[in-house]
């Protein structure tokens, strides 16, 4: 695993001859029920960009701990970035790595309200910078979630559930207390979704599932199969870079 707050310059530099790509894992620091802690996103992002380096070699930045927890903004612990803050640091990210020699940039996002800063940052960098991007928020969820989880989501979102549970099961056990792990399916308002009612006002928990199912062979099962799928999707655009190269250079 290649963690750049652990290398010297020295390091850093021969590994980019070696292989230009790196990954910045992105979370959040908010709730995430009784049972889990506030930074769940980012620890779960950090878990996935680690097994994702040891598979490719990509080297790894430091995380980034805050992101847009505008539902949970009034829950002591909270940190909550606007969605254009977050979108002008990633393209900010964009522009210093690109100085030394960075040629593939992932975004490897676990805090799903982040999103669109993500895409959004992609798009509009990418217009401006010859690094290649990628903005990836756990690919392939819906045949992993099929596969391994029991429960449904909540209306399609997930949130201190099983799934994320599992997966903070997988990464420290020290860190989950299972005895207080619930289940809720709250009801949401009529106006939810085409107005401003928040998800941190309709939850008493702030559980949107059923954590009570989580185990850590399950988390272990997801962790994998997702860092098979960002793997292959990292060495596939680094593969497509060196043939646009080569085909660019027998010009």
Known sequence: MYLIKNMTRLQVAERIKAFPVAIVPIGSTE?????????????????????VSDRTGAMVFPSLNFGYAWSWRDIPGTVSMP????????????KSVERYGIKLLVFLNGHEANCSSVKYAVRT?????DVKLLG????GLAKLYEQHIESPTWGGMFHACEFETSLML?????????????KEYP???VLYGIDNSSIGDISQSGVYGDATLATREKGEKL?????????????????NMERADLKGGSK
């Open 31 to 51: 709730q995430h029920g009784p049972h889990l802690p506030l930074g769940t996103d980012v620890f779960l992002a950090e878990k996935l960009a680690g097994m």
């Open 83 to 94: 969605q254009e803050h977050l979108q002008i640091v990633l393209i900010d990210i964009v």
């Open 125 to 129: 960098a990418q217009d401006e910078t």
């Open 136 to 139: 990836m928020f756990y690919p």
């Open 170 to 182: 997988a990464v420290d056990e020290n860190l989950v207390d299972m005895s207080l792990a619930c």
């Open 187 to 189: 009801e949401p308002p």
């Open 223 to 239: 962790f994998s199969g997702f860092a098979e799928n960002v793997a292959d999707l990292v060495m596939t655009a680094y593969k």
